[in-house]
């Protein structure tokens, strides 16, 4: 009993260091089921936690979003039409080149079924406003808005128009934490885009995010982008992750190399992200109508190309390049008019129609330049094309 | 009564003299700012993750009041507190801080810990501490050979805790009451 009294603080402290240790222990040598949420206890504790630091949070964040974006979404709103509707053309504009995209790989889409490769689609998302973090430089996490009510789960993949963020760490009802891809314990499935060499990403403790899985590869520049694998599990294919900064040797690992990978989002800026909640081996039906308006015109200009002089007894299609293109009506895709050479000049024996036919022609007799008759410009390069022998001036001696 | 008991009891009761108790809202709310202010400053810019406001609370409530058990009490719940929050295991920082706490009110029973001087000395000297406790139990204790300290870096971080935890110890003085 003297004893106790005696040394009570540092048995004190012996004991609460105990404790700890025994948490920490239980929590490294559970292994952790990506399907499930953490611990029981350690999941009660950060639940508590930002539980109560949440609120505040919010607070500070409204605080903050109102006094950054109050100017400008309520007061400074000159121009705001204007570009509103440059924005709409914009979108416009890039959901065709995403159906001409989307339609350049309707090949390798074939490719994959033959080899049975199972694709899988981003079918939904949920935006989420990043709300704190972790407040430390050993650790990147952030919280964001929303949690389970939304429908959030663990392991989800956290992203943003610009490439990827991290990952979806722990979920609670009103808030969410994301491990950030340069977090000391994330870790990616990326490809190198050129070089198409997979590798695994992981952060360090410098904040960085870094292969270090690859040997000295000569054909690895800096500059090369790196997207998202798929083979995590987590992050759908084809995702960008960053660009290579730098190659060096790794001075713990040999003979491996760090290639320090610097992040396509600016991830101590991250404001508003979206979580990938759901993926379907289909494309989306938006993607899907885009796909179908693409391979329609992808067609209708094949039939084009195969038919040359439909549009000649068209008055407007015989202005050549001058002719405007129809306007398209509303919901279809206008049909692009096929562009016909300009008129030369100075008539050469190399203007269409200028040499007479090969039939006309008589072997050894030297060419004489005909007048191109009327309207010859417009005829398609490939039907009137002289022949070889009668074209090349050596053939006729 | 044994003379030695009657000897403990007159010295515990000198040493609860010099100690300074805090009122409960200063106690309660002064951490939880600090820990939010830790985790909404980052946002404004990364640089100021480089602070470790709650460790300079749990250096100033363990200094002040001068007693062990309740610097590792406040240490524990602090550090545990910042676990939670992180993406550390939840003990990482509650056994660094715990440490440091009990040290600190150690240390602030035995020595003149009003002086601006000292208080400097004794931030910068237990944030480097922290520095090489967290990174004891990283790498021994949980294994992870992968991680890594930038030193230079916690020296830096050490100066600029210090330099930041001067004024936090005048203003928060104002809130202590003497027993």
């Known amino acids: 009993m003297d004893f106790l009294l005696r040394f009570r603080n540092a048995l004190f402290l012996i004991a609460v260091l105990l404790a700890q240790a025994l948490a920490l222990a239980v929590q490294v040598r559970t292994p952790r089921d990506p399907a499930k949420q953490a611990s029981g206890s350690v999941r009660l504790i950060r639940m508590w936690t930002t539980g109560v630091i949440a609120p505040f949070e919010r607070g500070a964040h409204a605080i903050g979003w109102g006094l950054r974006h109050g100017w400008s979404n309520y007061i400074d709103l000159r121009h705001v039409r204007q570009q509103n509707a440059d924005l709409q053309q914009q979108i416009t504009r890039m959901r065709l080149q995403e159906a001409a995209i989307s339609e350049d790989a309707l090949e390798g889409r074939r490719l994959q079924v033959l080899l049975a490769f199972k694709e899988k689609y981003v079918a939904s998302t949920i935006a989420a406003q990043v709300i704190g973090s972790s407040g430390s430089d050993l650790s990147h996490v952030l919280t964001i808005d929303k949690g389970s009510r939304s429908g959030i789960k663990v392991d989800e993949a956290v992203i943003t128009p610009d490439g990827i963020v991290g990952k979806v760490r722990d979920v609670f009802p009103d808030t969410a934490e994301v491990l950030e891809i340069n977090d000391q314990t994330s870790g990616a499935g990326v490809v190198l885009a050129n070089t198409r060499i997979r590798a695994i990403l992981r952060g360090t403790a410098a904040g960085r995010a870094q292969i270090g899985n690859l040997t000295a590869d000569s054909r690895i520049k800096p500059g090369e982008p790196v997207v998202t694998s798929g083979g995590d599990q987590v992050y759908p294919r084809g995702l960008p992750v960053g660009t290579v900064e730098s190659i060096a040797p790794d001075p713990d690992r040999q003979p491996y190399t760090a290639i320090v990978v610097r992040p396509a989002v600016d991830l101590n800026r991250v404001e508003e992200v979206l979580v990938i909640t759901g993926m379907q081996p289909e494309l989306p039906a938006d993607a899907q109508q885009d796909l179908a308006a693409a391979q329609a015109q992808h067609a209708a200009d094949i039939s084009a190309e195969r038919l040359p002089g439909l549009h000649d007894n068209d008055p407007q299609a015989a202005n050549g390049a001058n002719a405007a293109p129809p306007a398209a009506a509303p919901g279809t895709v206008p049909v692009l008019a096929i562009p016909h050479p300009t008129p030369s000049l100075h008539t050469d024996r190399y203007t269409i129609g200028a040499t007479p036919p090969a039939s006309q022609l008589t072997p050894g007799a030297p060419v004489v330049p005909q007048t191109p008759p009327a309207g010859a410009e417009q005829q398609p390069a490939h039907k009137s094309r002289p022949s070889k022998d009668s074209a090349h001036p050596d053939a006729t001696q | ?179």
């Open chain 2, 1 to 179: 009564m044994p003379h030695y008991i009657m000897a403990t009891r007159s010295y515990m009761s000198r040493r609860e003299a010099e100690q300074q108790n805090f009122s409960l809202p200063v106690a309660l709310f002064v951490p939880l700012a600090a820990l939010l202010l830790q985790i909404l400053l980052p946002r404004l810019s990364p640089r100021f993750a480089i602070l470790d406001l709650p460790l300079i609370i749990t250096l100033f409530f363990a200094i002040s009041r001068r007693a062990p058990i309740a610097g590792t009490l406040t240490g524990a719940t602090i550090g545990l507190l910042q676990d939670a929050l992180s993406s550390t295991p939840i003990g990482v920082n509650g056994m660094a801080k715990s440490l440091i706490g009990y040290a600190a009110a150690s240390l602030g029973s035995r020595i003149d810990v009003d002086n601006t001087a000292t208080r400097a000395l004794l931030t910068f000297g237990f944030t480097l501490l922290q520095s090489v406790l967290i990174y004891l139990i990283e790498r021994r204790l949980l294994g992870l050979t992968g991680f890594h300290m930038l030193w230079l870096h916690e020296l830096l971080r050490a100066v600029v805790n210090t330099a930041v935890a001067l004024p936090i110890y005048l203003s928060l003085n104002r809130t202590r009451k003497q027993l």
